[in-house]
DNA sequence: GCATGTTCTGCATGTTTATGCAAGAAATAG
DNA sequence: CTATTTCTTGCATAAACATGCAGAACATGC
């Protein structure tokens, strides 16, 4: 185990779920305590992380603004489907990647030596992705909106539409069998709306919590949803009714 | 087995698994540590990968800050000219940042409290300023360029073209009094004279070593700075020079 | 063929770095 | 306030590292 894994590791784990204990740590990597709380010290002078009794938090708001939103069951859920989402992936296959926490989760889990393509609206999948280097990234920029953590907007709009793409991975958006794909917010539902439009396929990953909901605006139709991934508790009348409008169903 | 064999699968490898272990590369490819090491030194000085302690890992763009940072010197350096930097701001500005170290530790330093329009084409400053709630952030999207962390090609051309700014902080270049802010890549150098030519001002904070250093892409001329933010070591000389031609010289 | 110079490699050396342990200081919880 | 946990510091050890040197492999020129 390299110290700079332990670093990579440790920075991962503090933008995923906001802090990291100094124990925990270290019968994950095997190590001592002393060794994990060198490495944290380092982190710390290097302004990567804050620490506080017990172990670290991280030092930009940036991330602490998706804690409040993520309890420690999510996260686990999350990776889980991202586990199985990027499953669909083929090597040398261009994607859009929408915004999200799921879609963050599923960025991380892409595979070092997967070649991709990747244009995406989110910077913290873009961060995600500017870590691999076989991954050909594309940044869809904009007027960038703060709660979706995405851009959106003409330029946005325009960006898109010089792109064409195998998959879609759609997040954040109510899903229901009858209404589709929909989102909370107009400018979020366009720039959604063209990804798909610009897609030969749509993925969505969604917690259980997501089926079954719907929003003002829409975005696809309930049959463009090819790769559907959700969790084993997810109710199998609504999975039936997206089966059998086309989709495929992938359980984390 | 041929040198060059070994390198190509080193590159490979440091790809697909994301590090390399020297003892592991040694059994692997049947010679000694020694020559791995030599092998890895010489990929590192060519930039395609960085040493660690027991291997190596990729060069990642956020890997020139680890690095610098790890001496801990810079780091600090860079942090007193970001506050430094931020006192030409006043609340109400519109601002291009450019991509490199430093303009990441400006975009941290910007105080919660200011209200600013920021257009950036760095991940790493737009991720920084996605914290902040009064800043408007508008990002230049692009082809992502790894080894800048910024965004760069037509794309993100076109969206500068679209704006105009107060102050432009323009990062990682040669600075030379003669020949003025000179960028290393072409496209990157095409970005930056974009903003540069829809900008009413120039700041640039440089550490020591980068003044007086030329590259091969003319950005701006050496006129068009207003503010220069500099270590007190800094060499009078040159900064007698850029005062002559108009420049703001501010000591961190 | 033979000599010469270059490059690559491995070994021995001394140095640096990472790690764990122990003891005392500091912070937190009851 | 006291007990417990966490943290820092100094130190010892083993691993990884840089360096200098010598031999082997190789190409080049005579």
């Not at 933008?15 to 001592?32: D, H, I």
């Not at 708001?61 to 309890?71: E, K, L, Y």
């Not at 686990?76 to 083929?90: I, P």
């Not at 259980?208 to 991934?229: E, N, S, W």
């Amino acid at each position: 185990m390299l110290t700079e894994e332990r670093h990579q590791f440790i920075r991962d784990r503090l933008a995923a779920e906001g802090k990291v204990l100094a124990g925990e740590l270290a019968s994950r990597f095997g190590v001592s305590e002393d060794t994990v709380r060198r490495d944290l010290r380092e982190l710390a002078k290097a302004g990567q992380l804050r620490r506080v009794y017990g172990g670290a938090v991280p030092s930009a708001p940036f991330a602490a603004a998706t804690i409040s939103q993520r309890s420690g069951h999510a996260v686990e859920e999350k990776m889980r489907l991202a586990k199985v989402a990027v499953g669909v992936l083929a090597s040398g296959q261009t994607l859009f990647i929408d915004g999200g926490t799921t879609n963050e989760a599923i960025a991380r889990a892409i595979p070092r030596d997967v070649e991709l393509t990747v244009a995406t609206n989110s910077i913290a999948v873009a961060s995600a992705l500017a870590g691999l280097p076989l991954v050909e990234l594309i940044v869809l920029g904009g007027r960038y909106v703060r709660d979706l953590g995405t851009c959106v907007g003409g330029d946005t709009l325009a960006a898109v539409a010089q792109l064409g793409a195998d998959l879609f991975f759609l997040g954040s958006c109510g899903l229901d069998a009858s209404r589709g794909v929909t989102a909370f917010d107009s400018a979020e539902a366009e720039v959604k709306r063209a990804m798909a439009r610009n897609s030969a396929g749509i993925v969505i990953a969604a917690t259980t919590d997501k089926l079954a909901t719907a929003a003002p605006y829409r975005v696809a139709a309930p049959d463009a949803i090819r790769h559907l991934v959700v969790e084993k508790t997810a109710p199998s009348t609504i999975l039936a009714d997206f089966e059998r409008l086309g989709a495929e169903i992938h359980f984390a």
